[in-house]
């Protein structure tokens, strides 16, 4: 089983930067690609970023493209994301997943193992 432990959400205001980190625990070597998602208030869970296991290869929601960098520290076993000018639509609990896919998933039930998640408020 893989834990994973997400961090560094809070309130900030638009325009802001925020670094998200998710650590992972447990039998950390099934996990390959590894994902953000976030869940505003009354909406679905949505794809954010995600990111193979070597960190070459990545994917990005076209809402946060340019703002936004996922990144991971395999020897630290924890994933990042960098989030820049954050906007009040970017308000909403992010999670952190892992796959056991090689290849860089965007759909949430490639993912087998979830964090608790970490909200993240945007004032205007």
């Known amino acids: 089983q893989v834990q994973l432990v997400e961090s560094g959400g809070g309130l900030v205001q638009a325009g802001d930067s925020l670094r998200l980190s998710c650590k992972a625990s447990?039998?950390?070597?099934?996990?390959?690609?590894m994902g953000w998602f976030r869940r505003a208030p009354g909406k679905e869970r949505d794809f954010v970023a995600a990111i193979s296991r070597n960190g070459i290869n990545t994917e990005y929601a076209d809402s946060v493209k340019g703002r936004f960098t996922i990144s991971r520290d395999n020897a630290k076993n924890t994933m990042y994301l960098q989030m820049n000018s954050l906007k009040p639509e970017d308000t909403a609990v992010y999670f952190c997943?892992?796959?056991?896919?090689?290849?860089?998933?965007?759909?949430?039930?490639?993912?087998?193992?979830w964090g608790q998640g970490t909200q993240v408020t945007v004032s205007s």
């Open positions: 997943a892992s796959s056991w896919y090689v290849t860089v998933q965007t759909a949430p039930e490639n993912y087998d193992a």
């Open positions: 447990g039998r950390t070597y099934t996990i390959y690609t």
